[in-house]
Structures are given as C-alpha cells and as structure tokens.
C-alpha cells in the first residue's frame, strides 16, 4: 500500500521553469553554437537584475550553476574514439595530458559520480553517469560570462565531446518548493 500527496504547485513550477528557459541553447545541438547560445539565452535567464533569482522573479539560484560534460574516450593505440567508452582521465588546460608530476586543472578533471553527488540521466541518444568534466558558473553573470569566453579559448567542448549539461538548484518560496534543473545537449558520433 501507498500515500502520495501531490500538489499542483509542483507541475506549476516545473512547467514555469521550463518556459522560462525555451528556446535556450538545447535546440542548438552542436557544439560552435552552444556558447554564443549560452551567453545570449541561457545566462541572462540564470542572473536576473535581482542578485541571486532567476529571470521569473520567483524562484531564488542556490549555490552555484554547474555545466557538466561527459567525452567520448579517444584510444591512442587505435588512433579513435570510442563513442560509447566514457573519458575518465585527468588533464592540463586544452586536454593536455598530465605529465608524470602534473595535477590536473580542475575543469579538466574528471569527477565520479559519487563525488559530484550525481545521477545517471537517459538522453534521446544514450544513457549518461552522474560523472563528468565539471565547470562551475559562478553567482552573477560577469563571472559566468568570462568562465565562458576561458572555456571556449581552451577548447574545452570540442569533438570528443558527448553530452554537455547544465545544472542548478532553484527554491521558490511562493510554494515552498526547490527544484532541481538539468538541461541536456547530446552530440552524436557522426557530429
């Protein structure tokens, strides 16, 4: 036997969160458009003129948003990719492998699931861990903007890449309820 006790605030706020952010950067699909998309659509959207809500006005930005990616795993003994093997490794700006002595940058790093706290997510091209490449976006839109501008002069999305998404967490006082946001762009293997 079950209980459940749903509110209608929940579908409300899914669906006000989801209008909010039509039309951003997931009908882009490849990878040159998804940082002029980001910072024209989606940024602007995140940070509103009111420090800390989203552009509705309503719901309040915790923490700080997230862009995750997930790459393809490239084999040098081949010379190819491996589209469904997921990159684990770590590496130095510009996907530079790490020399004997070298830490990794931390965009270039890669996080486990466990340690991101994340989920698996089912895309319309594949099934995605919780792991990943992670960038952290900031708490106002300059610093988002020039994280941006830095990860696009160091190529950090490029072909190797698979799945890009961003994460946040929203709370909407209103109807006491948070949310927590996930967008995902899917590359194919073919481009």
Known sequence: MAYANKSPNEYNLNNAISQSFSGTFLQSGNI?????STSNSLLPKLYSQYTGFIT?????????????????A????????QYNKEETG??????????????????????TEKE????PIWGQLGWYSGGGFVVELGKNISYASSTLTWLQTNQWLD?????????????NANVQLFCLVTFLMETSAIG
């Not at 130095?92 to 996080?111: M, Q, S």
Request: aromatic content about 20%; some cysteine; proline content about 4%.
């Open 32 to 36: 040159e458009d998804f940082y002029s």
């Open 56 to 72: 509705d006005g309503n719901c309040f930005l915790l923490g700080s948003p997230r862009i995750r990616q997930l790459r393809r």
């Open 74 to 81: 490239f084999e040098s003994a081949n010379g190819q990719s």
């Open 90 to 111: 770590n590496y130095k700006a510009g996907w530079v492998p790490l020399g004997k002595n070298d830490t990794p940058d931390c965009e270039w790093k890669y996080y």
């Open 116 to 119: 991101l706290v994340g989920y």
């Open 159 to 171: 072909t190797y890449t698979k799945a890009v998404f961003v994460e946040f967490n929203v709370y």
